[in-house]
Every structure is written in C-alpha cells, then in structure tokens.
C-alpha cells in the first residue's frame, strides 16, 4: 500500500500563485509515477501533470508553460508550483501514484481561483 498527503492549494486571485506537494509513504520504491490530477464540478477528472523516476514528465497542454513538476526521488516527494493561474484552473487536485498497475490517490486539495 501506498499513503499520500498533500499539502497547498486554497483561494487566489487570477494572476496569482500557489504550491502543490505531495508525500508518497509506504511501499512507493521502485519504478514509479507520481503527479496530480484535477475534477472540476462537473467534468471528468484529467491529467495536470505527472513525472516518473526518471525525471520523464507529461503535462495537460492547459498548464504547459504556467506549471512545472519537479520530484525528490530520496523522498519520494512531489512538487508542483503553479504561477499565472486562471479561474478554470479552479478545481480538486488529486495527488496520483502509479506502479506497474497500480494506482492510488490522495484525499484531494482545493484549488479556487477567483477575483
């Protein structure tokens, strides 16, 4: 089993900035992918952003340029800074965690952009 917890998000006003993070615990060694997703009221839940061990990332076209992931593989950390936010960045972001097959989630943060 893998535990994850997140930490950041909250409310911002667009323009604005925020931080991500998130801690892989447990049985997270070994080849890997961690990053985060996102659900909006109503929508499905999609890609943000993910990077593997190797440092290989893969971004949603939406945030390419505003966001940037960067991992500490000693630490099995995450992190995610997210400048120049929009309002339709506003949703839950989920931490992810994959392995082989599988994959688990955090508890999700809220991220609120909002004049």
């Known amino acids: 089993q893998v535990q994850l917890v997140e930490s950041g998000g909250g409310l911002v006003q667009p323009g604005g900035s925020l931080r991500l993070a998130c801690a892989a615990s447990g049985s997270s060694r070994g080849l890997n992918t961690i990053g985060w997703y996102r659900q909006a009221p109503g929508k499905q839940r999609e890609l943000v952003a993910t990077i593997t061990n190797g440092g290989s990332t893969n971004y949603n076209d939406s945030v390419k340029g505003r966001f940037t992931i960067s991992r500490d593989n000693a630490k099995n950390t995450v992190d995610l800074p997210m400048n120049s936010l929009k309002v339709e960045d506003t949703a839950v972001y989920y931490c992810?965690?994959?392995?082989?097959?599988?994959?688990?989630w955090g508890q999700g943060t809220q991220v609120t952009v909002s004049a």
């Open positions: 992810y965690f994959r392995r082989l097959i599988d994959i688990w």
